[in-house]
């Protein structure tokens, strides 16, 4: 007769197997221990798998199917048009082939910075897509934009919606940089600021989009940074003009030379104490959205920028001006880590910054 020791009495657990039982007994219950957490594992993943499909399904055709909810897709890039004096590469090929993405209008909504310069301006508006509309050169910047010779008095900020643009606005920051440090970081010289464009993607429905750039910081070799203006502009940005938009929903995106701290007082900290980022809320709590990968500068993936340290400048934000009245969600994120062949095995990058894509859904509740 086996004998088996009661289980609890030892911690030995080589104890707990009959001392004389069959050894093909230890094999079957291990073998089928070991069976079972396979199963355990697949099975556990199968469901994940198909949790997500059905989430994904349920947003996307259950959540949003009716005549009062619409997706945009949407699409932030800085576009690196200085001009090559100043140290962009490659920049009028660059410029047509973000002409031929756009072109291919995939997307519903285009901000677009540092498209400091009229031919290039020109270049992306020959390529829009039939029915498309596009801002100005000068109508989200100073009338005295230069965008010849240089940047100067210019915001370099330009939009593209598949929706007819119903207002524009453009508003200069106060606060533009040292003027002593002018010749340096040039933020003196070019007029940054707030761009807003009002569409209506949904009858009884009102979108303003906001697109901006705020100061970068100089080269650290120079011993000072630009963060007193980007802070104040961020601020201005906020309580001026996002903060007092009468759309139903606002989206905001750009180049905010800033990482995603969200202490009080930042640049980024500042944005979020009203609205939400929507890389964010996609990667829901997993703080994954923080790894280099996503990096909008310095990404390893860039071909022009991947010697600098990797840092999130680019965002998409958006915001309710009443929940109870409008939904306002995504659950879409991407980089696409745009490139093309300047010649035959030479592939470069569309910018020295990826873009980042959203699809934001818009949902009247009455
Ligand atoms: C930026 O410069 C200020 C001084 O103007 C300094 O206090 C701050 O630490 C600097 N920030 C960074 C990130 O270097
Ligand atoms: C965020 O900003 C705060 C204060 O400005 C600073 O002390 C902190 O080190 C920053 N955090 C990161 C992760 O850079």
């Not at 230069?146 to 598949?162: K, M, N, Q, T, W």
């Not at 030379?257 to 969200?262: D, I, L, M, R, V």
């Not at 340290?309 to 939904?327: K, M, T």
Request: with cysteine; hydrophobic share 35%.
């Amino acid at each position: 007769m086996e004998t088996f020791p009661e289980i609890g009495v030892s911690d030995d657990r080589g104890r707990l197997i009959p001392d004389e039982g069959p050894e093909s007994r230890v094999t079957r219950c291990r073998s089928w221990c070991f069976t079972y957490r396979w199963c355990v594992g697949i099975l556990l993943v199968l469901s994940l798998i198909l949790l997500g499909h059905a989430l994904a399904i349920y947003y996307l055709y259950f959540k949003c199917n009716s005549a009062d909810c619409i997706g945009l897709k949407m699409m932030t890039l800085n576009t690196w048009g200085m001009p090559k004096s100043l140290g962009s590469q490659f920049k009028e090929e660059r410029m047509q082939a973000i002409g031929h993405e756009i072109a291919k209008g995939e997307r519903d909504i285009y901000l677009l910075e540092e498209l400091w310069m009229e031919p290039d301006y020109e270049t992306i508006r020959a390529s829009l897509p039939a029915g498309y509309h596009m801002t100005l050169f000068r109508q989200l910047a100073l009338s005295t934009c230069d965008g010849h010779a240089g940047p100067e008095f210019c915001s370099g900020l330009s939009v593209i919606s598949r929706f007819p643009l119903l207002e524009t606005e453009f508003n200069s920051y106060t606060y533009h940089g040292d003027p002593l440090k002018a010749w340096i970081d040039g933020e003196w010289l070019a007029r940054k600021g707030v761009g807003r464009v009002r569409i209506q993607p949904l009858k009884g429905l009102s979108v303003d989009l906001f697109v901006t750039h705020t100061a970068a910081d100089p080269d650290p070799s120079h011993g000072y940074n630009n963060s007193y203006y980007r802070v104040r502009q961020v601020q201005e940005l906020m309580d001026n003009y996002v903060k007092k938009a009468t759309a139903d929903v606002v989206l905001l995106g750009g180049d905010f030379n800033a990482g995603p701290n969200k202490t009080q007082g930042e640049p980024y900290g500042i944005i979020r104490g009203y609205m939400k980022n929507s890389i964010e809320e996609f990667f829901y709590k997993l703080l994954t959205w923080l790894n280099p990968q996503y990096a909008t500068y310095g990404n390893t993936k860039n071909t022009f920028s991947n010697t600098f340290l990797p840092i999130i400048y680019d965002y998409i934000f958006y915001h309710a001006r009443d929940e109870s009245a409008v939904n306002v969600w995504t659950n879409l994120y991407e980089m696409p880590f745009f490139k093309f062949f300047l010649q035959k095995d030479h592939a470069i990058s569309f910018s020295d910054h990826e873009a980042v894509e959203a699809t934001v859904y818009v949902q009247k509740l009455r």
